[in-house]
């Protein structure tokens, strides 16, 4: 068993890559221990009441609760990131942690494998 990192720093819609990151933790969580990082413009992922239906994008926000079902407990948010976009208030729409840049860094060491979308 691996330990896998995912890294979403991209903005949920307008491109496949949170989509994609969604559909590797879910289908390798089975095989690897799964942690997902939410960094830079990543954490507008976490954001309640999207619609990106306004936008001709589908919504796959909502299957980011499906973490849980598989067992990937270790989500990070990174605090900057939150702060920076003035997020920091703000529900989030799946459990996760919030941590500093330090935090995320030491556990980066810690992964066997680190994917970033």
Same mark, same amino acid.
């Given at each position: ?20 990151? &969604?559909?590797? $933790?879910?289908?390798?969580? $089975? ?30 926000? $909502? ?43 030491? &556990? ?10």
């Amino acid at each position: 068993m691996k330990k896998v990192a995912i890294i979403i720093s991209s903005p949920p819609h307008g491109n496949a890559k949170g989509r994609e990151a &969604l559909d590797i $933790a879910l289908a390798t969580s $089975a095989f690897n221990q799964i942690s997902v990082f939410f960094v830079n413009d990543g954490v507008f992922h976490l954001l309640p009441n999207q619609q990106p239906d306004q936008i001709l994008m589908r919504d796959y926000i $909502a299957t980011f609760n499906m973490l849980e079902l598989y067992d990937v407990d270790d989500v990070y948010v990174c605090k900057s990131s939150l702060k920076s976009r003035n997020l920091t208030q703000i529900s989030r729409n799946i459990p996760s942690k919030v941590i500093d840049t330090l935090s995320i860094a030491q &556990l980066l060491t810690t992964q066997d494998v680190i994917l970033r979308f």
